[in-house]
């Protein structure tokens, strides 16, 4: 079974560009994630999907980061314009539904803004 | 609000030596603890958890006992092996299960043969 997809696996960008990342979940899994690592801080929840309807988008970072999971499958995560601090590792993850005590995360897309 | 605290690193470590990294966390109620390893290249695994207190997960020779009197939840291995470098992140869940995670800031671990 294929796990969790992400792509590109890295991505530079100049500051005022779009650019889009994309994960493929877990065939079946309702629910998916999507986390960001700035810097070597800690790994901070953006947003939460169940099939394609928004359950939690609490944190998103401003209005710049556009999400989307047309269908309910994979999902896009668009920044545009990118910015400096937009610059880390973007991790997606999915879990089956209901109450599953296992999320499978992807290898992370790499974002640097220049 | 929620949030986990790790021992900041890097950690450096000869073969066979014994490993604790420390966590502790702040939440309200009872959240589910994991620890997740990211090994060189590759994406975040789960590596054990645990979903009440004095629950203890283990997996691949590492352990965590769940300790809600000291807000605790260190990982620990007896003797560690070069193939254990990796960077390790402590976690919790606040809503039962693996649902939106808050991680600690990660800890690199190298171990040197």
């Known amino acids: 079974e294929a796990g969790v997809t992400q792509f590109p696996s890295h991505s530079v960008i100049e500051k005022g560009q779009t650019v889009t990342l994309r994960c493929d979940p877990i065939?079946?899994?309702?629910?998916l994630y999507w986390y960001r690592r700035v810097m070597g801080k800690e790994i901070k929840f953006l947003l939460h999907f169940v099939k394609e309807s928004k359950q939690d988008e609490s944190g998103m970072p401003n209005n710049r980061f556009l999400a989307e999971r047309t269908g309910g499958t994979y999902s896009t995560l668009k920044v545009q314009p990118a910015e400096l601090e937009d610059s880390g590792v973007y991790f997606c993850?999915?879990?089956?539904?209901?109450?599953?005590?296992?999320?499978?995360f992807g290898q992370g897309t790499r974002l640097t803004v220049v | 609000g929620n949030s986990v605290t790790q021992m900041e690193g890097p950690v450096t470590l000869s073969e066979e030596a014994f490993l604790t990294i420390n966590c502790t966390y702040t939440?309200?109620?009872?959240?589910?603890l994991f620890w997740y390893v990211q090994y060189p290249g590759e994406g975040l695994q789960l590596l054990l958890k645990?979903?009440?207190?004095?629950d203890k997960g283990s997996n691949k020779g590492f352990e965590a006992t769940y300790r809600k009197e000291t807000t605790s939840f260190h990982l620990e291995k007896g003797s560690v092996q070069v193939s254990d470098s990796a960077v390790y992140f402590c976690?919790?869940?606040?809503?039962?299960?693996?649902?939106?995670?808050?991680f600690g800031q990660g800890t690199r671990l190298t171990i040197n043969p």
């Open positions: 976690a919790l869940s606040r809503i039962q299960g693996a649902q939106k995670l808050v």
């Open positions: 645990a979903t009440k207190a004095d």
């Open positions: 939440a309200t109620g009872y959240p589910s």
């Open positions: 065939s079946g899994h309702d629910n």
């Open positions: 993850a999915s879990s089956p539904g209901g109450g599953a005590t296992e999320a499978f």
